[in-house]
C-alpha cells in the first residue's frame, strides 16, 4: 500500500512538474511601440490658364483655380472681328497642382441684348489643342509655350487634337465642349503636374451680320472644369 502512495504521489509530482513546464513554455515576453504624428496628405487639383494677346504681343496669367472639381470662367483678351472674318484666341491650360487631371472646356458669351443674341452670334468653328510640332510652326503658340517654360519645371504636352466646330457661342448653355468628351478618362486630355497644353480657338463671325452690330461688344468666356482622373464626372 505504501508502496501504491509513493507511485502516487510521484505521478502527481511528475504531473505537477508537467504543468509548471508547460506554463513556462507557454510564457513570452512581450513588447509594443507607437509611431505618433504620422500623416497623409491629400493631394490637390490646381490648374491655371495662360493668355497671350495677339494685339499687344502680351503674355499673362489670367486666371488661377485651386479645388478637387472647379469651373474656371475666365475673360480672355479683346479681339476685332467683322462679318466673314475667322479671329483666333490663344492661351494654355497647366496643371500646377499635385495630381494628374482631365479636363473639358466650352465657350459662353452675349452681346450684352437679348435681341441681339438671338439676331446673331460668334461660332466656334475649331479649337486646336497644339502638339509640338504645329506649336513649333505657329509664332504665337512658341511665345507663349516659351514664356510659361521660361525658369520653371512646366513642359508641354504633347498631344495634337482638333476639336472641329463647337458650334454658337450664344446661349445659356454655350458652345460644344473640347477636351475630354463625356466623363471618359482619355490619356490625351489628362494633364500630369508641371505639364501644360496651348489651344488656338477659331470664332467666327457669320456673313449676314447686320449693321445693328457696328461698334458692339461680345463679352465671352472660358469655362474650364476639372476632375480627378478616374472619376466618374465632371462637376459645375
Not at 110 to 117: A, C, E, F, N, Q
Not at 129 to 148: E, F, M, N, R
Request: aromatic residues 12%; charged residues 15%; neutral net charge.
Amino acid at each position: 500500500m505504501k508502496k501504491t502512495k509513493n507511485i502516487i504521489r510521484l505521478f502527481l509530482l511528475f504531473a505537477l512538474l508537467l504543468a509548471v513546464g508547460s506554463m513556462a513554455t507557454w510564457a513570452y515576453f512581450t513588447t509594443s511601440s507607437k509611431i505618433a504624428n504620422n500623416q497623409v496628405k491629400a493631394g490637390e487639383l490646381s490648374s491655371e490658364v495662360d493668355a497671350i494677346d495677339f494685339d499687344t504681343r502680351n503674355t499673362s496669367v489670367i486666371f488661377t483655380q485651386i479645388g478637387k472639381k472647379s469651373t474656371q470662367v475666365n475673360t480672355l483678351p479683346t479681339m476685332r472681328i467683322s462679318p466673314g472674318e475667322t479671329r483666333a484666341v490663344l492661351f494654355a491650360i497647366r496643371n500646377t497642382g499635385q495630381d494628374p487631371f482631365m479636363f473639358q472646356a466650352n465657350f459662353t458669351g452675349t452681346w450684352g441684348s437679348p435681341v441681339l443674341d438671338s439676331e446673331s452670334g460668334l461660332t466656334i468653328t475649331n479649337v486646336r489643342q497644339h502638339g509640338l510640332v504645329t506649336c513649333a510652326s505657329d509664332p504665337y503658340c512658341t511665345k507663349l509655350s516659351t514664356w510659361i517654360q521660361t525658369g520653371t519645371s512646366f513642359s508641354q504636352f504633347d498631344s495634337p487634337f482638333d476639336s472641329g466646330n463647337l458650334g454658337n457661342v450664344t446661349g445659356p448653355t454655350g458652345s460644344g465642349f473640347f477636351g475630354q468628351q463625356g466623363n471618359g478618362n482619355d490619356l490625351m486630355f489628362e494633364l500630369k503636374p508641371n505639364r501644360f497644353l496651348v489651344f488656338q480657338a477659331d470664332f467666327f463671325m457669320p456673313f449676314d451680320t447686320n449693321n445693328d452690330f457696328q461698334g458692339q461688344t461680345f463679352s465671352y468666356n472660358l469655362n474650364v472644369l476639372t476632375k480627378q482622373v478616374g472619376d466618374t464626372s465632371f462637376q459645375m
